[in-house]
């Protein structure tokens, strides 16, 4: 069974400062990967998605992720933050052929401090 | 803009009472959607997959008949909360796609509360 793993529940930083949240997941074969953002009350917004090929992944409003095999993970950055980036960030595993179905870890809520 | 549409975004109903939850595709047809549930401040739960022109299917745990779904249409899948009670209080979301290579594309969500 896939998994997905944030270890990070909370982060704050400040606005204009560099940003990572991590995500760990776990399957036995090369899964799609993704990363969602969530306002409160809202529903999730796709930031950006990996299937295969390049192990670095453009993104929606400036994010980026990488997909790195031998650690298992596929942690989003943004190399400046904006206040309006303060939301519910959650990483999640599809497994290919499952009809889209995925997997979500428990979410990073991101703080952004002026 | 959105490729689904989910509806009603709050609804609050006495305790007893059925509700029913809509999310349409709206660009594409989806003949599988999926339900979610999230409860506060935790991620998104899978309660069921949607198959259009079949039953749904359901994950461990999730009561059958205490969340009806119905896939009647490549567009429309349905999500009734019968005899609601306080405790299926909760955010219910909603997605289709997810196709080969393609991600899922989330409604908005339904925030339900069951006085």
């Known amino acids: 069974a896939q998994s997905v793993t944030q270890p990070d529940i909370h982060i704050t930083v400040s606005e204009g400062a560099s940003l990572e949240l991590r995500c760990n997941y776990s399957?036995?074969?090369?899964?799609?990967l993704f990363w969602y953002v969530q306002s409160p009350g809202q529903g999730l917004q796709l930031l950006l998605k990996y299937f295969s090929g390049d192990t670095l992944v453009q993104g929606i409003k400036g994010f980026e992720a990488e997909f790195k095999r031998s650690q298992s993970s596929f942690n989003l950055r943004k190399p400046s933050v904006h206040w309006s980036d303060a939301a519910e960030y959650f990483c999640?595993?599809?497994?290919?052929?499952?009809?889209?179905?995925?997997?979500f870890g428990d979410g990073t809520t991101l703080t952004v401090k002026p | 803009g959105a490729v689904v549409s989910q509806h009603p975004s709050w609804v609050i109903c006495k305790s007893g009472t059925s509700v029913k939850i809509e999310c349409r595709s709206l660009d594409f047809q989806a003949t599988t959607m999926f339900w979610y549930r999230q409860f506060p401040k935790q991620s998104l739960m899978l309660m069921a997959t949607s198959n259009e022109g079949s039953k749904a299917t359901y994950e461990q745990g999730v009561e059958k008949d205490k969340f009806l779904i119905n896939h009647a249409s490549l567009t429309l899948s349905t999500l009734t909360v019968t005899s609601a009670h306080p405790e299926d209080s909760s955010f219910y979301i909603c997605s289709a796609g997810g196709g080969r290579r393609q991600p899922q594309h989330f409604g908005d969500g339904t925030r339900l509360s069951i006085l």
């Open positions: 399957y036995g074969a090369t899964p799609y």
């Open positions: 999640a595993v599809g497994a290919p052929g499952e009809a889209g179905k995925s997997t």
